[in-house]
């Protein structure tokens, strides 16, 4: 089956695949991937609380989402304290920054009219 050979190219037909259930109406509708659905469902609320402990830190599996858990020890405390203040700081920066950018652009602004009339 070359390039330059007489035989056409055919391609292997794909099989049909299964159809899945589109909306949580099918799922109602047909008992066994219902059951399947609930059961699955079940499980999952079983796992509810699971917690796995991390190198960061431990994790707890809570409504189908793992989430950490937080235990703030008075290092936390200083660190946060400690961001808030420098995030205020950074701010208050950013702001300034801003001004002297408006500042300038008004006075090339205010330059380039004189220049021109």
């Given at each position: 089956m070359g390039i330059f050979s007489n035989t056409p190219f055919?391609?292997?037909r794909v099989p049909q695949r299964k159809k899945k259930a589109e909306s949580l109406g099918d799922l109602s509708r047909n008992p066994e991937q219902s059951s399947?659905?609930?059961?699955?469902?079940?499980?999952?609320?079983n796992l509810s609380g699971t917690k796995i402990k991390t190198g960061s830190g431990d994790l707890i599996f809570i409504d189908g989402v793992w989430k950490k858990?937080?235990?703030?020890?008075a290092n936390d405390a200083v660190k946060c304290e400690e961001l808030e203040k420098e995030n205020e700081?950074?701010?208050?920066?950013n702001n300034l920054?801003?001004?002297?950018?408006e500042l300038l652009l008004n006075m090339v602004t205010d330059h380039?009219?004189?220049?021109q009339t």
């Open positions: 055919a391609p292997k399947e659905f609930e059961r699955d469902r079940q499980q999952l609320s858990e937080t235990v703030l020890d700081s950074i701010e208050q920066q920054l801003r001004l002297k950018v380039c009219a004189n220049v």
